[in-house]
């Protein structure tokens, strides 16, 4: 409490991966005054960003839906609670009664990795809709490291991240966290640990076609060729084997298969053979791999713009492959593991050796694209719908997710999301993917809800927990986020739409409970259920803390119910506003390992085959131009651009192109660019630039707001164009099934003042 009765809570921000935590206050009337960043947090230590004090102005937007919406004569109405799940019900039922339940599909998007509620039930949703037909935004992000990690580390969510705090070298590729603030590497003021690194007399590498700010800070910017990162990572490895550089060091003695057969299949990969297609001369790519394996400590790091292309999984496991040949690997200073106290697959079951990982438990219809961690490629969803026959989707259900704006060929998913026979959506906004939605349900705001990093604390660069009690009350009449999934998996299971969430949650807890009592090697094995489920609800907390706390108190630093009092557990969270530090990473091979060998696998043969597709784009023509996206601080995917504090100022939907491509083509700064790709066309206003080199162009993607039918008034005003479109959802990582976003081939020219209206 402050002077002015003001209240003060604290809360870590569910915007990005950062989890940085937020220190906010709220007045007696329950608006908040101020959100600033929390000095005490104990890993983000009073950093935020722009987006983190937004939450204020996201809560108070007049078009975050508050009620559901139906759909009515093709207009969106508000509707009442009870009358939406009715509309739900005969929708759902229709469709599964008539074709079966593999005419449903779900999608899941990105803030479900950044919500509890939705973390832990959206699982629920998809289980009970009974279908093989499940997508998320993973295939168009992050596939590849799971696909890469599986094979060579036996879990999906082994994933390793530069131990940014303490190494003396560190190489990005592909990834801009001065914008993004990281991934797959969840560090809260991830500049301020760059600028760490070089303080410390360390440096920093970037390698991405455009000049970013991260590139800026660094001390030396790569200009890569989009889309030939496999080539300089190879070309690493090669001078390593050859200049005799590479150790794995001790501590990986005994533990490692496959480093003779990388040695015979990068040979090929030489600095001189790359270099023309990359772009990166021999030179300087032999300095690098000289540097990397004489650091002290180093790391190599790579995301977006290493995964989302046609050689993302390969070149995610060449990252691994730099890091492990050069000694650091699972080191400290290198690419360690992070021990999360709740929901790491990689921390329960039998320690060091397991089933390994597989692709392919069956495939999409149409294309016969393989499924991959239980999903398959979103840019086959659109076709699943189009395509006539046995076994067409009807009806979707997205929670959380933006696909028209987010994946490939936009507009062949945006006609094939209006000819769907029901639609379902849990969305806070009436955006370009809902508005196909015949209901849209909508949660709580950021701010009325509890929270957990149960995903991203997995890839954080220092282990710690931190749980936040929601900072608002809900609405009246509001349902959490968790009761409107576990009412929408109870209605597609039974379709009986009385159906109380409370008791599919008792269900769901007796069921999680039940199944440690039984697991040996559980904390809680042999325990009596009833008395574990009273212990939980004497702690008066709701749905997802519920969960949490079985999570946390089975996990790896767990109270484990009374065996190990000072242990982790959901009163020690609430005791600890601020989180709790669990310290720096610690080495995790060979426990972590999942492999059929109880090896690491560092050439496992379908990466390893995959070099020789990769060795046929060494005598590839170079396209003219190839697109790449981009992201802005202020901007969040496509779904922040209706909070004005953000999109005011400099942020914009524009083509940035070099001063001779531009000169070239006879396109001035300011004015107007066609560009094409096979699948689609836009018009975008140009900014030339010297931060991005020749025959690369860059359109962020998210944006695209002006579409009617839907209510972003914010957004409609600097709508920009929808980069989406010209993705191709024929083009894909085939390891992964993501699409390829960076490295698209196109055609530019300059656009007559009349083809520029609208744009
Ligand atoms: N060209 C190109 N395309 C890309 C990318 C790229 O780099 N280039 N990046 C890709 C990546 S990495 C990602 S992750 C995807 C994102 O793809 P999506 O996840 O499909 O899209 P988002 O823009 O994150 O949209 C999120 C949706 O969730 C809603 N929402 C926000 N918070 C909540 C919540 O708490 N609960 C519920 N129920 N709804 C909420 C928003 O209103 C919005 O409709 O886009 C991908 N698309
Ligand atoms: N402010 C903000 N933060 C975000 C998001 C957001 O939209 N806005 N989105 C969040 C999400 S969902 C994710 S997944 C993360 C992503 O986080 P990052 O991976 O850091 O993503 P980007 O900032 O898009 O950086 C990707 C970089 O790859 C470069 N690039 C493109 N093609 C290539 C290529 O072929 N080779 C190389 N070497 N580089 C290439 C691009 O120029 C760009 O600078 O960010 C998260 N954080
Ligand atoms: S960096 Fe990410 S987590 Fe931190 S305040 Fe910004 S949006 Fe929130
Ligand atoms: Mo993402």
Aim: proline share 6%; aromatic share 6%; with cysteine.
């Amino acid at each position: 409490m402050t002077e002015d009765n003001n209240r003060v809570a604290f809360r870590t921000c569910p915007l990005c991966e950062a989890t940085c935590g937020l220190e906010i206050t709220v007045s007696p009337q329950n608006e908040i005054v101020r959100i600033r960043g929390d000095q005490k947090d104990v890993f983000s230590k009073g950093f935020i960003c722009p987006k983190g004090s937004s939450l204020k102005q996201l809560h108070e937007d007049p078009d975050r839906l508050r009620m559901p919406l139906v759909k009515k004569d093709g207009v969106h109405v508000e509707t009442t609670w009870d009358e939406a799940w009715r509309v739900v019900r005969d929708g759902l039922q229709k469709v599964v009664s008539t074709h079966g339940r593999d005419a449903l599909a779900t999608y899941a998007g990105n803030p479900n990795a950044h919500n509890l509620s939705s973390m832990l039930y959206t699982g629920n949703v998809m289980r009970a809709a009974g279908t093989r037909y499940r997508f998320s935004a993973s295939t168009v992000d992050q596939m590849p490291m799971h696909v890469a990690a599986g094979y060579t580390f036996g879990s999906p969510v082994s994933i390793p991240v530069p131990d940014l705090d303490r190494t003396d070298y560190l190489i990005i590729v592909g990834a801009n966290p001065y914008a993004s603030n990281g991934s797959l590497c969840t560090a809260p003021d991830f500049p301020g640990r760059l600028e760490a690194i070089r303080a410390r007399g360390g440096k920093v590498i970037v390698v991405d076609p455009r000049r970013t700010r991260t590139a800026q800070e660094a001390d030396e910017w790569l200009a890569i060729r989009p889309g030939t990162d496999g080539l300089l990572l190879a070309a690493i490895a090669q001078v390593l084997f050859e200049e005799n550089l590479v150790t794995l060091g001790e501590h990986l003695d005994g533990v490692v298969n496959g480093v003779d057969e990388l040695r015979a299949a990068v040979a090929v990969f030489t600095p001189e053979a790359v270099e023309h297609r990359t772009g990166i001369s021999a030179r300087t790519i032999r300095t690098i791999a000289r540097e990397l394996a004489n650091a002290p400590t180093a790391a190599v790091y790579g995301r977006i713009g290493a995964n989302t292309v046609e050689f993302g999984t390969t070149q995610a496991w060449l990252v691994f492959v730099l890091n492990a040949l050069t000694g650091n690997l699972d080191r400290r200073g290198g690419a360690m593991f992070a021990l999360p106290a709740a929901g790491g697959a990689n921390t329960r079951g039998t320690k060091g050796k397991g089933k390994g990982f597989s692709v392919g438990r069956g495939a999409t219809r149409v294309r016969k694209l393989p499924e991959v961690m239980g999903e398959f490629p979103v840019a086959a969803l659109a076709e699943e719908i189009l395509t006539d026959g046995e076994g067409q989707i009807r009806a979707l259900v997205t929670m959380a997710g933006n696909p028209v704006l987010s994946t490939p060929n936009s507009q062949q998913l945006d006609a094939a999301l209006e000819s769907l026979d029901f639609m379902v959506s849990v969305d806070m906004y009436l955006n370009e993917t809902t508005r196909h939605a015949d209901v849209i349900l909508p949660p709580p705001s950021q701010l009325q809800r509890d929270h957990f990093d149960v995903l991203l604390l997995q890839f954080a660069v220092r282990n710690v927990a931190n749980y936040s009690p929601p900072v608002l009350p809900l609405d009246e009449g509001q349902p959490d986020e968790w009761e409107v999934l576990a009412k929408l998996a109870g209605i597609l299971q039974t379709f009986d739409v009385e159906i109380d969430p409370q008791d599919v949650d008792d269900e769901i807890l007796h069921a999680l409970i039940t199944k440690a009592t039984e697991d040996a090697a559980s904390p809680l094995h042999g325990r009596d259920v009833e008395e574990i489920f009273n212990e939980i609800n004497a702690l008066g907390v709701e749905g997802p803390a519920r969960r949490l706390d079985v999570m946390l108190q089975t996990g790896p630093y767990g109270s484990g119910y009374g065996a190990n009092s000072d242990g982790v557990s959901l009163k020690k969270l609430l005791e600890n506003p601020h989180g709790v530090d669990l310290g720096p990473l610690q080495p995790r091979i060979p426990e972590i390992l999942r492999t059929p060998s109880g090896q690491v696998e560092l050439a496992h043969p379908i990466l390893l085959q995959d070099l020789n597709r990769l060795a046929e784009t060494l005598t590839a023509d170079i396209e003219p131009f190839v697109l790449v996206g981009r992201r802005h601080l202020k901007t969040n995917n496509s779904w922040m651009h209706n909070v004005k504090v953000l999109t005011k100022g400099n942020v914009s939907c524009t083509l940035q192109m070099n001063p001779s491509d531009a000169a070239q083509l006879g396109i001035s700064h300011g004015g107007h660019a066609h560009v094409a790709s096979r699948v689609g066309e836009v018009v975008v206003p140009v900014e030339i630039t010297e931060d991005i080199r020749e025959g690369v162009v860059s359109l962020p993607h998210g944006w695209g707001h002006n579409v009617p039918g839907t209510n972003l008034k914010v957004a409609a005003e600097k709508a920009g164009v929808n980069s989406n479109i010209l993705s191709d959802h024929e083009s894909l990582d085939p390891l992964s099934g993501t699409s390829v976003l960076n490295a698209i081939p196109v055609r530019v020219w300059a656009a007559t003042a009349s083809a520029a209206v609208g744009s």
